[in-house]
């Protein structure tokens, strides 16, 4: 009887634990729930650039991705707040030039962003879906460097109607470059340079100028106490570069602007350049290496011309490919039995807008038309017609007038000389452009809040 009255009273008393220990939990969830909550992070404004917004979630995620890419070619990483400044500065002149695109009608449709990351693609010789991979696999989702690409082309699209269009290269200043290069002592050289720009705002004030200048000094006196040139870019400069650590690259020394290559003249590869003054701001220059430039492709002393005149039958929903061929095979019998010129008929048959010319194309250099219409073009005697020749734009008629074969190397010459003055001036208009857009974009800094 005792024995069992010692059971029930351990039986009682781990019922009242059991209890008791229930109640401690609810207790336990109840102040849980009671509790106020930790604070969680959310998504907050950190930029407005006129009407639109720069996230922190953006600012976070170019922080992680310029990181990475530093790691990868081996620059040191600068103090993350420097970096973040400089990050959010390239974010800003970056939504100022997509914004202007877009007010100005430009887009890039899947299509063309499509065959866009196919030649990128093949020019790493993989195919689409490797590209991809590889893409991932360093980390970057492939939908967002879709989006990442679909903005640079919007942006080198603003950038060549805005600055490219508007470099005027004259024929004296060709005339001058032709003479100075075939009176240059040394064969041609490839330029490696890192750049560190301080750009003035534009109408700068006295003040402001020393103010930048002050910082372009600083930035020396950084560099002869043993810094790291990459890592003081990704600081300090404000050059398109900049968070690449002001690397430039390669590039044929006639097409680096010329203020560049007086400055780099005076030091020795491994070194860095003077403060050199621009209207756009303060530049340092680190010479990183010189090479004997690679040849271009050897000048072809002689090209064959062809005239040409054609007349282009269109098919569509009126008119069936087979109706095309077969139209173009009766004018062709009118043009052999002499009821009908080729001038005649196209002038009054084909859809091409050379038809008011009697389809006259004029000279045609290799390359200048599609393959289908060169290759049946080359087949040809002098006056013979072809047959039905179907191109992209539709069915071709072709006679061959005349072929010249003329040398053509001192075009050549003149259109490399543009060109190279063009990229030589390209630059130093490009950061002009870009500090003028800064200057007229509205930016609020909201990140403190």
């Not at 008393?13 to 729930?33: E, K, N, P």
């Not at 013979?384 to 010459?413: A, N």
Request: proline share 2%; no cysteine.
């Amino acid at each position: 009887m005792r024995h069992l009255l010692h059971m029930k009273q351990r039986t009682f008393i781990s019922v009242l634990a059991v209890s008791a220990s229930l109640l401690t939990s609810q207790f336990s969830l109840a102040q849980q729930a009671s509790a106020p909550a930790k604070p969680q992070a959310i998504n907050s404004i950190a930029v407005v650039v006129n009407d639109e917004v720069i996230t922190q979630q953006e600012v976070n995620e170019r922080i992680v991705s310029v990181e990475r890419r530093l790691k990868a070619q081996g620059t040191a990483l600068p103090d993350r707040a420097e970096l973040k400044k400089q990050l959010i500065e390239r974010l800003i002149v970056d939504r100022a030039q997509l914004q202007l695109a877009k007010e100005n009608g430009m887009r890039v449709d899947d299509v063309m962003l499509d065959r866009t990351l196919q030649r990128m693609a093949e020019q790493n010789k993989m195919n689409l879906q490797e590209f991809r991979n590889q893409i991932e696999r360093e980390g970057t989702s492939f939908a967002r460097f879709r989006e990442e690409i679909r903005d640079d082309i919007m942006m080198q699209r603003i950038r060549e109607r805005e600055v490219d269009s508007k470099i005027l290269i004259t024929e004296s200043e060709i005339d001058n470059f032709l003479a100075a290069e075939a009176s240059a002592k040394v064969g041609k050289q490839e330029i490696n340079l890192l750049h560190i720009l301080v750009r003035i705002p534009e109408n700068a004030t006295a003040e402001q100028i020393a103010l930048r200048r002050n910082r372009a000094e600083e930035v020396v006196q950084k560099l002869r106490s043993g810094g790291d040139f990459a890592k003081l870019a990704v600081t300090y400069s404000d050059s398109a570069e900049a968070l690449k650590g002001g690397d430039i690259g390669w590039r044929e020394q006639d097409r680096i602007p010329q203020l560049f290559i007086d400055a780099i003249n005076k030091i020795k590869v491994g070194e860095f350049s003077e403060i050199v003054r621009s209207p756009n701001g303060f530049h340092i220059l680190k010479l990183v290496g010189k090479r004997a430039a690679s040849e271009a492709q050897p000048a072809v002393a002689a090209v064959q011309q062809t005239r040409v005149r054609h007349i282009l039958i269109k098919a569509n929903q009126i008119v069936t490919e087979a109706e095309a061929r077969q139209k173009l095979l009766d004018l062709k019998k009118q043009i052999e039995n002499k009821t009908a010129t080729f001038e005649e008929l196209a002038k009054t048959n084909s859809a091409d807008g050379s038809a008011s010319k009697g389809g006259d194309l004029g000279w045609i250099y290799p390359g200048d038309t599609v393959k289908e219409f060169e290759d049946a073009m080359n087949k040809l005697a002098i006056n013979d017609v072809s047959d039905p020749v179907q191109s992209p734009f539709g069915f071709h008629l072709i006679q061959v007038l005349e072929r010249k074969t003329e040398d053509q190397s001192k075009d050549r010459q003149r259109m490399t000389a543009r060109q190279a003055l063009r990229e030589r001036k390209s630059d130093e208009a490009l950061q002009d452009w870009l500090r003028e857009l800064r200057d007229r974009t509205y930016v609020e800094y909201r990140e403190d809040q």
